[in-house]
């Protein structure tokens, strides 16, 4: 198993940007895919994007597609998620994951390893 660490939340007005960095211990790091997830207050956490383990395919949760961009630099052993055009409505924790299930799921149980996550706040 890699064990993850979140960073780069923070405080943005809508309509601006953050890039998520999660950093992953681990010789196996490039083999694992990846994904991003966040939970509101109030509300279950919710899939938001995964990466495959080559960092060049990619799917996304319908609330963020063409907003958000995710990749992966495996010679540092980080995943990032690049966050564009913010809405309030992003506000959440968000944590990434590694993807211990097939390819293609969009469920917290297939995803195994888990990050502490970081706050992104998004004020209007």
């Known amino acids: 198993q890699v064990q993850l660490v979140e960073s780069g939340g923070g405080l943005v007005q809508a309509g601006g940007s953050l890039r998520l960095s999660c950093a992953a211990s681990?010789?196996?790091?490039?083999?694992?895919?990846m994904g991003w997830f966040r939970q509101a207050p109030g509300k279950e956490r919710e899939f938001v994007a995964a990466?495959?383990?080559?960092?060049?395919?990619?799917y996304y949760s319908n609330s963020v597609k063409g907003r958000f961009t995710g990749s992966r630099d495996n010679a540092k052993n980080t995943v990032y998620l690049q966050m564009n055009s913010l809405k309030p409505e992003d506000t959440a924790v968000y944590y990434c994951a590694a993807m211990n299930g097939d390819w293609g799921s969009r469920l917290e149980a297939n995803f195994g390893s888990w990050g502490q996550g970081t706050q992104v706040t998004v004020s209007s």
């Open positions: 990466i495959n383990w080559s960092g060049r395919i990619f």
């Open positions: 681990g010789r196996t790091f490039s083999t694992y895919n």
